[in-house]
């Protein structure tokens, strides 16, 4: 029940604050946040570092993946068509976002439809976020290269806590 309304509020605030008219300047990044994604469950299927758990009635994966994809969505046309272009303002900006993903990963570990795995922990993905949101806007202004750093720092992270390369 927790993803049925934690995604319901995420459509809601992508309804309201999202900038749907630029939605196609936004869709490589979209596509490549979802990648990631899609390639981290892939390459942690043996190990993985943390897991969302579908509770009733969204027990199924797919759906669970499908619903991930809407928050994605959401986040990108929200933080990308929002982004201040002052510097200060631009990195408060990011650290706001850092804040939120953490705070709602925290809640989803409160109700039981997160859990962390392997070492990993709150702290680890407060860092994570930190990665995530400054590749999400380099991704928008130099794709390619954001997708060359990507590799060797999955590569790293898959090192650093120990899974098996598939």
Same mark, same amino acid.
């Not at 630029?22 to 990044?29: A, D, G, R």
């Not at 986040?75 to 990308?80: K, P, R």
């Not at 705070?103 to 994570?128: C, P, R």
């Not at 130099?142 to 390369?165: A, D, H, R």
């Given at each position: ?38 390639? !981290? ?10 897991? %969302? ?93 954001? %997708? ?10 898959? !090192? ?7």
């Amino acid at each position: 029940m927790a993803e049925i309304i934690g995604v319901t509020i995420w459509i809601a605030a992508a309804i309201k604050w999202g900038d749907w008219r630029n939605w196609q300047k936004y869709y490589p990044t979209i596509l490549y946040f979802i990648f990631c994604d899609v390639m !981290y469950y892939y390459l942690t299927a043996s190990k993985p570092l943390w897991m %969302l758990r579908p509770t009733w009635p969204l027990q199924h994966s797919l759906i669970s993946l499908i619903g991930e994809f809407i928050v994605f969505a959401s986040t990108v046309l929200i933080f990308l068509g929002r982004y201040p272009f002052r510097p200060f303002i631009s990195i408060s900006w990011t650290f706001i976002w850092v804040i939120i993903y953490t705070i709602n990963e925290w809640v989803l570990l409160k109700t039981g439809t997160f859990t962390h795995h392997n070492s990993w922990t709150l702290v680890d993905s407060f860092f994570f976020n930190i990665l995530m949101f400054v590749f999400l806007r380099l991704h928008e202004k130099k794709p390619l290269m954001t %997708l060359l750093l990507s590799i060797p720092i999955g590569f790293l992270v898959m !090192y650093i806590y120990f899974i098996p390369i598939r």
